[in-house]
């Protein structure tokens, strides 16, 4: 894991203050703890939230005001952004609360070279670790972290709008953005890229990436069409991908069809279910007693996952979560994010409350 501190003294200082404001800190009854937002609160979220509406140029993030009202940061508390990404979410946790701390995990090594003045800002405050969100208990332990009590967990799957607006990532099929047929969210590691999948795998492998993480039906004749040009020439970049789904697939069926194979090869190179699924464990096993977990999803797959999920760890004997009488799940765009933000159509929220129920996620499958 490549340490992402601003320094190590950075580090000791954030654990210092840290076991500063726990100690001899009195403990309430879960039953006392109210997550509501309070009147103050509320204020300085819609605030913030009006602030960010005019100011965001890079990523916006996505259900801002909804996730810092759900969240609702508390002096001394800590929190966990697990996709810190251009680290809007992180900003408005910090700047919500002067006195609440923030980790954050990303496994996209270049975010942190582009936020380095928000890191820089908060950094007393903020520790970014370059992780995968499916280890962040390991991470934490191997930052000596581990003893802290974590009073909330924010999961926003997929990829930023930085990523997709990078053409060397591979990640947009757009003309105007065309790249190499990467799709690694982290480009320093040795996994499996697009270009390896492409020119590579079976036809049959091919239909199921496209069909399982893709949920496209028209599978067969962009596979065989795959192999077919490959046989003349490596497939390289993502526009000659785009023309092969082109070829294979009329309009204009062929635009979601496209859509549908970048997203699923992207998926796949990421492990992405996967990382979904244990990530959520994770939160389960970190998180404190009334405190709550926040999932925004893009897709129905990725929904469904974290649906299942929370239905399943509400529903079991001893349940692990709740969900909250207040902010009812699943969580849609407002009219006004809509218009600020037109790619959070697609988003959801889902959102529930960890129970003081023993974590359970080692003995049951997720779906």
Not at 137 to 142: D, Y
Request: net charge positive.
């Amino acid at each position: 894991m490549i340490k992402l501190f601003n320094n190590n003294n950075n580090l000791i200082r954030f654990q210092q203050i840290l076991k500063r404001n726990y100690s001899n800190k009195k403990v309430k009854n879960v039953e006392d703890i109210n997550i509501d937002s309070s009147n103050d609160n509320n204020t300085l979220v819609q605030q913030y939230v009006n602030k960010e509406y005019e100011s965001y140029k890079i990523h916006k993030p996505v259900f801002i005001k909804e996730v810092l009202e759900i969240l609702n940061p508390q002096p001394n508390k800590v929190y966990i952004d697990a996709t810190f990404g251009m680290g809007g979410h992180s900003r408005g946790i910090l700047e919500t609360c002067k006195d609440c701390y923030v980790i954050a995990f990303d496994r996209d090594p270049k975010v942190f070279e582009m936020t380095k003045p928000l890191r820089s800002e908060f950094k007393d405050r903020l520790i970014t670790i370059n992780s995968t969100f499916s280890s962040m208990r390991s991470a934490l332990k191997e930052k000596n972290l581990d003893h802290l009590k974590i009073s909330g967990i924010l999961y926003d799957f997929g990829v930023s709008s930085y990523q997709i607006d990078t053409a060397d990532r591979g990640f947009s099929f757009k003309k105007e953005l065309e790249g190499p047929l990467d799709m690694r969210m982290n480009q320093n590691s040795s996994q499996i890229t697009a270009y390896d999948i492409i020119n590579t795998f079976s036809e049959k492998d091919l239909r199921d990436i496209f069909f399982y993480y893709g949920e496209e039906k028209h599978t067969k004749n962009i596979a065989n069409e795959i192999l077919r040009k490959r046989k003349i020439e490596p497939i390289k970049n993502t526009s000659d991908l785009v023309k092969i789904v082109e070829s294979s697939i009329p309009y204009p069926m062929a635009l979601k069809t496209i859509s549908r194979v970048f997203r699923s090869l992207r998926m796949f190179v990421n492990d992405e279910l996967n990382e979904i699924k244990i990530g959520l464990t994770q939160g389960e096993q970190l998180l404190e007693p009334n405190s709550p977990l926040l999932a925004i999803s893009f897709h129905s797959i990725e929904d469904r996952i974290v649906k299942q999920y929370l239905n399943k760890y509400t529903t079991i004997e001893e349940p692990t979560f709740k969900f909250s009488p207040t902010y009812k799940s699943p969580i849609f765009p407002s009219k006004e994010e809509l218009e600020w933000n037109p790619r959070s159509k697609s988003a959801i929220l889902r959102t529930a409350i960890r129970t003081s129920n023993k974590p359970i996620s080692s003995n049951y499958n997720i779906i």
